[in-house]
């Protein structure tokens, strides 16, 4: 089982729409959460970190669910811009470092 | 702005070449990592470095050493290069293992 996944899409949505997804992980001792952003043919790039309390920065929402083990990102208004592949990443520390990226999910926002 | 660089932009060797891929992160933080990207794979950590000479081995070190002689560069080799190591290489650095990671623009390798 991969530590990490997520659901590849691609999900097709038009201007204005509403778009969620979710990540699920697999080690329950997992203690960082974070959604990172990759346009084509670029590096990814932090998007927002993930809290406990569940966070939000302007149309985008990030939640965390421990007692299923998985996070969510959820985009609201979609924009042309948010075009993307849309990597998730967990991090446990607590007995040997565990980095995982998710292999991204892949959103197209149409016209 | 956090800077991280990369030494080539596109590289083409030829199998059982000696391949290295340089990083530079100019913030000064302690932590830096090697990744792959394969499509359908996302990124997998191949060695991550928490210290200077300190390395740690990822999900798939199998084929690649590191090297960390001073705090800001971060080397990926390849003994032996073989085709299966065709590959985006991606380099990151972050403050500590639990904060953001910034990524370089990424190696396109091709091993033929």
């Known amino acids: 089982r991969k530590e990490v996944e997520q659901d590849p899409g691609p999900f097709n949505v038009p201007e204005g729409a509403t778009v969620a997804f979710n990540c699920t992980y697999s080690n329950s001792a997992s203690q960082s959460f974070f959604w990172y952003r990759q346009d084509c043919r670029k590096e990814p790039k932090l998007l927002m970190s993930v809290y406990s309390s569940g966070n939000e920065d302007g149309r985008f929402t990030a939640q965390l669910n421990r007692a299923s083990q998985y996070i969510s990102l959820l985009i609201r208004d979609s924009k042309l811009s948010d075009s993307a592949t849309y990597l998730c990443v967990v991090i446990a520390v607590l007995n040997d470092y565990k980095l995982s990226f998710g292999a991204g999910t892949t959103v197209t926002v149409r016209a | 702005d956090v800077k991280v660089t990369q030494s080539s932009r596109y590289l083409v060797k030829r199998t059982g070449e000696k391949v290295f891929l340089e990083c530079v992160q100019d913030?000064?933080?302690?932590?830096m990592f090697w990744y792959r990207q394969d499509p359908g794979l996302g990124l997998r950590l191949i060695y991550f470095?928490?210290?200077?000479?300190?390395?740690e081995k990822g999900d798939i070190p199998e084929g690649y050493s590191v090297s960390r002689e001073k705090k800001e560069r971060f080397s990926l080799i390849l003994e032996s290069a073989s085709t299966n190591q065709t590959s985006m290489y991606l380099c990151?650095?972050?403050?500590?293992?639990?904060?953001?990671?910034?990524f370089g623009p990424g190696t396109r390798l091709t091993v033929l």
């Open positions: 990151a650095s972050s403050f500590n293992g639990e904060n953001e990671q910034f």
């Open positions: 913030m000064d933080h302690e932590n």
């Open positions: 470095s928490y210290d200077v000479k300190m390395k």
